[in-house]
C-alpha cells in the first residue's frame, strides 16, 4: 500500500507521518471484473481512485444513449475526476467501464479533501491534474467537432496499439464507435476504406496496423 502511493501521489513526501498513516490505513482496495460498470456523479463520488492493476474506460452517455470515451487509464494512473464533486461548482457526470479485470485503491473523499484542504501541495497537485484532465476532454471535444470521422477513427486506432504495444489489436468495431461517439456502420465502412488503402488489415475480431505513418496523416 505504501509504495503504491508514494509512487501514485507526487506530494507524498510533502505529508506528515500521521498524514501519510492515516492514508494508509483508511485507503480502500476493491477488486472489480471485467465489464463492471461504476457511475461517477455528483451522488456517487467515491473519492481519488488509483488504478493498481488492469484497464478503464471512463465515457459519458448521451440522453439518446450513444457513447464518448473521454479517456482511458492504465495500471498506475490517478483518476481525480472520480472525486471532483469535493470541489466546487464541479459537477460531471461520467461512467468508468472496467475493460479487464482491475483493482482500484480508493481515498475516500473526505479524507482527502482534509489533506487538500490543509496541505497546499495536495491542493496545487489536485488543480493541476484536473486542470489537465478537462483540456484532454477539450481536445477531444474539438477534434469531435471539428476533425472529419475517417481522421478520429485513425487516431483512436493508435490509441489502441499502444495500449496493445503490438500492431495487431483485439478490438471490435462496436468498441471503436463507442469510443468516437458513432454508428457502427460508419467505423465498418471507414475500417473497409483504410483496408483498400492499405492502412490496416482486418480479421475477425482484430485489427493489424500496416500503415502507422499513413494513420497519423489521415
Known amino acids: 500500500m505504501e509504495e503504491l502511493l508514494s509512487q ?6 510533502d505529508l506528515t507521518d500521521r498524514e501519510q498513516y492515516e492514508l494508509i490505513q483508511k485507503t480502500e482496495i476493491e ?8 457511475h461517477v456523479g ?4 467515491a473519492g481519488v481512485q488509483i488504478v493498481k492493476k488492469g484497464q478503464i474506460r471512463t465515457y459519458i452517455t448521451s440522453p439518446s444513449g450513444g457513447e464518448i470515451t473521454l479517456f482511458r487509464l492504465v495500471e498506475g494512473d490517478v483518476s481525480i475526476l472520480s472525486a471532483a464533486c469535493m470541489l466546487r461548482g464541479m459537477n460531471i457526470e461520467m461512467d468508468m467501464q472496467m475493460e479487464e479485470d482491475s483493482v482500484l485503491y480508493t481515498i475516500p473523499k473526505a479524507l482527502y479533501k482534509k489533506l487538500s484542504d490543509g496541505n497546499t501541495k495536495v491542493k496545487d497537485y489536485t488543480m493541476e491534474m484536473v486542470s489537465e484532465k478537462f483540456s484532454d ?12 470521422s475517417a481522421s478520429r477513427l485513425a487516431g483512436v486506432i493508435l490509441e489502441h496499439r499502444a495500449l496493445a504495444g503490438s500492431n495487431l489489436i483485439e478490438i471490435t468495431h462496436d468498441t471503436l464507435a463507442r469510443d468516437l461517439g458513432t454508428a457502427r456502420e460508419v467505423v465498418s465502412r ?18 493489424e496496423v500496416i500503415d502507422v505513418e499513413a494513420l497519423l496523416k489521415v
Request: aromatic share 18%.
Open 8 to 13: 501514485a501521489l507526487p506530494f507524498w513526501k
Open 31 to 38: 477488486d472489480y471484473k471485467k465489464g463492471i460498470v461504476i
Open 42 to 45: 455528483s451522488s456517487e463520488c
Open 137 to 148: 476532454v477539450i481536445w477531444l471535444f474539438n477534434q469531435y467537432v471539428f476533425s472529419n
Open 190 to 207: 471507414l475500417l473497409k476504406q483504410f483496408q483498400i488503402d492499405g492502412y490496416v488489415k482486418l480479421t475477425r475480431g482484430h485489427i
